[in-house]
């Protein structure tokens, strides 16, 4: 597609259960990463996927969060007994390659609301 | 791992005024720099990067940014800004080798408010 497509654009759920976010990168990039974003806390790095090496997990907050690649493109983050303060924007982002210099293009964000 | 300050959280300015978002980083052991913009109700665009090179880099809507590395900043400035400049403004960096290799480090950003 044209851009980062990321779904749903809205989530509110309720305090316990499952979320899954899902996002569709640029085709033909072969890094894809997760960011958070939520008031007071900026923006967090969570994971990304660089084609089939073993992706880097070291932003998850908890094991309560996980996140796949299938086919290395869609990617699915999964949020478990989601808590308030799971509540955020999650980003998902592609670049051609996770080499420094590669520009890093973000999809429009799911807004996360847990009540 | 980086860490990236902005140190101005809120930046309110007059239509027309000059405009400077300052940005330092932790380290400056081969880095690239980024500024992303982010319109209300719009993701994360990229405004500028530096990557090598000549150490002032602009954008195509006249801001531009300079890479000090002995002070290790990275500040965006503006000579004239408009009422459509009004965003949040993020500074990023990300390492040049290593382990974390393509990841972003994100300043807390600034919302720079322009005022007719």
């Known amino acids: 597609g044209a851009g980062v497509s990321q779904s749903p654009s809205n989530k509110v759920t309720e305090k316990g259960k499952d979320v899954e976010l899902r996002c569709d990168p640029i085709?033909?990039?072969?890094?894809l990463y997760w960011y958070r974003q939520s008031l007071g806390q900026g923006l967090e790095f969570l994971i990304y996927f660089q084609g089939n090496s073993a992706p880097d997990k070291s932003g998850l907050p908890s094991d309560r969060f996980s996140a796949e690649r299938t086919g290395g493109s869609v990617s699915t983050l999964t949020i478990q007994r989601t808590q308030q303060e799971d509540s955020a924007v999650y980003l998902c982002?592609?670049?051609?390659?996770?080499?420094?210099?590669?520009?890093?293009?973000f999809g429009e964000g799911s807004w996360l609301t847990v009540v | 791992a980086q860490s990236v300050t902005q140190l101005d959280s809120q930046v309110p300015v007059f239509e027309e005024a000059p405009v400077e978002l300052r940005c330092n980083y932790s380290?400056?052991?081969?880095?690239?720099l980024f500024w992303y913009v982010q319109y209300p109700n719009q993701g994360l665009q990229l405004l500028l990067k530096y990557l090598s090179g000549s150490t002032l880099v602009e954008s195509i809507n006249g801001f531009e940014a300079e890479f000090n590395k002995s002070q290790t900043s990275f500040h965006l400035r503006k000579p004239s800004v408009h009422i459509s400049d009004t965003a949040e403004y993020f500074c990023?960096?990300?390492?040049?080798?290593?382990?974390?290799?393509?990841?972003?480090?994100f300043g807390r950003g600034t919302q720079l408010t322009v005022w007719p």
């Open positions: 982002a592609s670049s051609l390659e996770a080499s420094s210099g590669n520009t890093i293009y």
């Open positions: 085709s033909g990039h072969t890094a």
């Open positions: 380290s400056s052991v081969s880095v690239y």
């Open positions: 990023a960096v990300s390492e040049g080798r290593g382990s974390t290799l393509g990841r972003l480090y």
